[in-house]
């Protein structure tokens, strides 16, 4: 799939199917974005998981922050990277370890691999790059 542009179908459809979103590089700064992203998708009714290992265990916007991905709860529908593109493949890799992989991963403002869009794809997975849930939903 072509990552430069998307059909506006395409967008709608990812963000009305998933209820349930973890979020990667969550961040307990008010100031960051991935702070204001998750305050956003919760009001907007999503179930948000904050993964990071440097706040695991710690409550953030009245969420557990579990560290990895592998720790998750329960299967989620979505996984929202907010890290650099030299860390997304990992983060990618993750996703698709987990016994029930996510149906969308979502790769935030500036972050693109394509390499790791490509496994995700042959594993049957929707993948989104360089866009934000946020802006998209606003």
Same mark, same amino acid.
Do not use: C, D, E, S
């Given at each position: 799939? !072509?990552?430069d542009s998307y059909d506006? =179908?395409?967008?709608?459809?990812v963000l009305t199917e998933t209820k349930s979103i973890a979020l990667v590089g969550a961040s307990a700064n008010p100031a960051r974005p991935s702070h204001?992203?998750? =305050?956003? @998708?919760l009001a907007r009714g999503f179930r948000v998981i904050p993964v990071n290992p440097g706040l695991s265990g710690r409550t953030? @916007?009245?969420q557990t922050?579990? !560290?990895r991905l592998a720790d998750l709860p329960e299967p989620v529908d979505l996984v929202d990277i907010f890290r650099s593109s030299d860390a997304a493949g990992g983060v990618v890799d993750e996703a698709l370890a987990l016994a029930q992989p996510p149906r969308f991963?979502?790769?935030?403002?500036?972050v693109r691999d394509e390499a790791a !869009? =490509?496994?995700a794809e =042959?594993?049957?997975v929707v993948v989104v790059m360089d866009r934000c849930p946020k802006i998209e939903l606003a």
């Open positions: 799939m !072509a990552h506006p =179908a395409l967008i709608r459809r204001h992203v998750m =305050a956003f @998708l953030l @916007l009245g922050v579990v !560290a991963i979502w790769m935030q403002i500036g !869009a =490509a496994r =042959a594993k049957g």
